[in-house]
């Protein structure tokens, strides 16, 4: 039995020179990852249901969890000393800490808090997604530089399903690791070693609710997914949860695609590059897979601001190369109109 803390200066002592900060940072994240956990497996009985009663800058209106999630998260990485700024789906602006940990601190984190927090009334499992990067600048001054950073500049990109049983998994570029939760130790231990997503999956996984939106390449691979060939195993099983990290969960575990594309009404799509798109991005191709808007790799786009969206095809690689090549035969203009988009 191996725990988070043990794995994670095994893996610092492996850095040889590491000064154990960054260890620190994600044990910090751990932390947090625990008192959310707490809060979402009582929700229906601790009154931390329902709304807020604020929005946050999406335009969604905030669940509590929502709310509670975001503070503990901020709380943990305050207190840890290790992180300098917050990019956060639930603060408009960059939440800075006070210069006595920035002058030292040197960490970004990009976090959605609760991805997916709509199902938390009917019970299907949400998460947290988070993105680590090394700052660009010292000192007391957090700049653009440090938190508009490409996903090639990251250190570390996880995420933890609250869930059937909770998980934390992720990389810091040396493959993916999950560990879960043991409620009866408050211990994270290391359950999932190197994992690996399958070349060929059969479950894609997507919102058809949006078809007659879709650009053509995607219509086209939907159709393709739904062809009967057994020789590659279709038509495949369509699974959408809801909560991308359930579905992208999943797909880790057993192979498959998720995709939630560009629309002619929201061309950028609906998920947030910084802290949606990057971190599981990351760990599809430190597990083998892929990930691209449909025409680029995620890892290499370039932010133009915090919460800037992103179209995500992500899973499978013989998967997600075959709607590739749809979105440049049928939908090759759409690249343009979602760039335009990407900038507003
Ligand atoms: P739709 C949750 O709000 C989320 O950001 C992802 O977790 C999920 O995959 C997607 O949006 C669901 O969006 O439009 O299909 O309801």
């Known amino acids: 039995m191996k725990t988070l803390v043990e794995f994670i200066w095994e893996q610092q002592e492996k850095m ?6 960054f260890s620190r940072l994600l044990n910090d994240i ?6 959310v956990n707490r809060d979402v497996n009582r929700a229906g009985l601790a009154e931390v249901l329902g709304y807020e009663g ?11 969890l929502d709310v509670i999630a975001n503070n503990e998260f901020i709380k943990a990485l305050r207190n840890g000393k290790q992180c300098a700024a917050i990019v956060s789906e639930e603060n408009d602006e960059v939440v800075v800490f006070d210069e006595k940990i920035t ?6 984190v990009a976090i959605d808090p609760l991805d997916g927090s709509s199902n938390i009334e009917v019970n299907v499992p949400i998460g947290t997604i988070f993105a680590v990067y090394k700052r660009k600048s010292l ?23 609250y869930g059937s049983s909770t998980m934390l998994v992720y990389t810091t570029g040396d493959g993916v690791n999950g560990f879960t939760y043991d409620p009866t130790c408050g211990l994270f231990i290391l359950s999932h070693e190197n994992m690996k997503i399958k070349d060929d999956g059969n479950i894609y996984s997507i919102n058809e609710a949006n078809y007659i939106y879709f650009p053509e390449g995607v219509k086209r691979y939907i159709k393709h ?19 991308l990290i359930s579905d992208f969960h999943r797909n880790l575990l057993r192979g498959g695609i998720y995709i939630y594309p560009g629309t002619k009404k929201n061309p950028a799509g609906k998920l947030r590059l910084l802290y949606e798109c990057v971190p599981v991005a990351f760990i599809a191709e430190q597990a083998g897979a892929k990930a691209s808007d449909g025409y680029r790799r995620i ?9 800037q969206r992103s179209p995500l095809f992500i899973g499978s690689k013989s998967m997600v190369e075959e709607a590739e090549r749809m ?16 900038k507003s």
């Open 16 to 21: 040889g020179k590491a000064t154990g900060e």
């Open 30 to 35: 751990g932390i947090a990852a625990k008192i």
């Open 54 to 64: 604020t929005t946050n800058v999406q335009g969604e209106s905030q669940k509590k």
């Open 103 to 108: 002058e030292n601190a040197k960490y970004i």
């Open 139 to 161: 000192g007391k001054t957090i700049t653009t530089e440090d938190v508009l950073q490409a996903g090639t500049e990251l250190v570390c990109g996880g995420y933890i399903i």
């Open 225 to 243: 997914c739904q062809e009967d060939d057994p020789e590659t195993r279709r038509p495949y099983t369509t699974r959408y949860i809801g909560s």
């Open 299 to 307: 890892l290499d786009i370039q932010p133009e601001h915090i919460h």
């Open 327 to 342: 979105m440049s035969e049928f939908s090759p203009e759409f690249l343009d109109e979602y760039q335009r988009a990407e």
